[in-house]
Nanobody, 125 residues
């Protein structure tokens, strides 16, 4: 059972930046495809970005492409989400997720096996 813990959320002004981290507990982190999702109040949980096991391949939602960057450090069992040029509509709870297998570009929540508890990101205008 993989445990994921997100950190780095907070309140930021529009145009600002934040970096989210997600630390995994198990020794098999490098075997997981990782992803970030977000959920605004009253909305579904939406895909933001995913990254392959090696970190060599990534996929982004159109809404964040060019502003957000997903990366991972397998030696530290951590995946990151660097967010820049933040907008009020980026306000949401951000979740990291992990899935077994090599397919790294999946975007549906049901395709991910493990989830963190979420971290709140609030962008003020």
């Amino acid at each position: 059972q993989e445990q994921l813990v997100e950190s780095g959320g907070g309140l930021v002004q529009a145009g600002g930046s934040l970096r989210l981290s997600c630390a995994a507990s198990g020794p098999t982190f490098s075997t997981y495809t990782m992803a970030w999702f977000r959920q605004a109040p009253g909305e579904e949980r939406d895909f933001i970005a995913s990254i392959s096991r090696s970190g060599g391949s990534t996929r982004y939602a159109d809404s964040v492409k060019g502003r957000f960057t997903i990366s991972r450090d397998n030696a530290k069992n951590t995946v990151y989400l660097q967010m820049t040029s933040l907008k009020p509509e980026d306000t949401a709870v951000y979740y990291c997720a992990a899935r077994t297998g090599v397919t790294w570009y999946l975007t549906r929540t049901v395709e991910y096996n493990y989830w963190g508890q979420g971290t709140q990101v609030t962008v003020s205008s």
